[in-house]
């Protein structure tokens, strides 16, 4: 399969915990997104790198969350000290750029906090 | 204001109807646009994109008002499968993508 790869696809932990999740794009594809949804909302956006850049961040994106992508490959995403409102579904996607850049999104990574 | 409206529905249509599906955007700068389905807790997946002149693909047809800044989505003959929740993105200047709070579809035997 050469689509957009997330791990875990599950993650239950406790408040307090750190967390990481990682996303393999489509090999050729050099921007990567990441987005939060919560059910009964679309994706929300959280940040975008262009190969290893990170050029966006959402506002919404507190000092707990960091997202890398050290070679413009895979990319991971932190949540330190995870709280229960970080209890969601995290979407990664990748898409070539260009005007168009339609995204693929992987199956994502639910996380639950209790 | 939200970057993208839509109407959450539900719509329920029985086999064989046609619905539509319309979404607006606040910000008359943004560049591109495109319809996704998602399946229940299935990731999105692209349906198709939107283009200025409007755009058919099999009984799917999108349509672009930029001047109303509006997007919609026709849907013919519905099928028990076209049952999904439909997600209108618009993508700004700065590639980010924004993302409606999708409309829910059930086609109906």
């Known amino acids: 399969d050469t689509g957009v790869s997330q791990d875990p696809r599950h993650k239950i932990t406790k408040r307090g915990q750190n967390v990481t999740f990682r996303c393999d794009p489509i090999s050729e594809h050099n921007r990567l997104y990441w987005y939060r949804q919560t059910l009964g909302q679309g994706p929300e956006f959280l940040t975008y790198?262009?190969?290893?850049?990170?050029?966006?961040k959402s506002r919404l994106l507190s000092d707990r969350f960091s997202a890398e992508r050290p070679k413009g490959s895979f990319s991971t995403l932190e949540i330190q000290r995870t709280e229960q409102g970080d209890s969601a579904m995290y979407l990664c996607?990748?898409?070539?750029?260009?005007?168009?850049?339609?995204?693929?999104f992987g199956p994502g990574t639910r996380l639950t906090v209790l | 204001r939200k970057e993208v409206e839509q109407d959450p529905g539900p719509f329920n249509v029985p086999e064989g109807a046609t619905v539509a599906f319309n979404c607006t955007y606040s910000?008359?700068?943004?560049?591109?646009f495109f319809w996704y389905r998602q399946d229940c807790r299935k990731e999105p997946k692209l349906l198709m994109s939107v283009y200025s002149s409007g755009n058919e693909d099999g009984r799917f047809t999108a349509q672009l008002n930029r001047a109303s800044q509006y997007i919609s989505l026709l849907i013919r003959d519905s099928k028990l499968s076209d049952s999904a929740t439909y997600l209108c993105?618009?993508?700004?200047?700065?590639?980010?993508?924004?993302f409606g709070t999708g409309t829910s579809l059930t086609v109906i035997p």
């Open positions: 993105v618009v993508k700004n200047t700065g590639n980010q993508f924004y």
């Open positions: 910000n008359s700068a943004s560049q591109s």
């Open positions: 996607a990748s898409s070539l750029g260009g005007l168009a850049g339609e995204q693929f």
């Open positions: 790198f262009q190969n290893e850049a990170q050029l966006e």
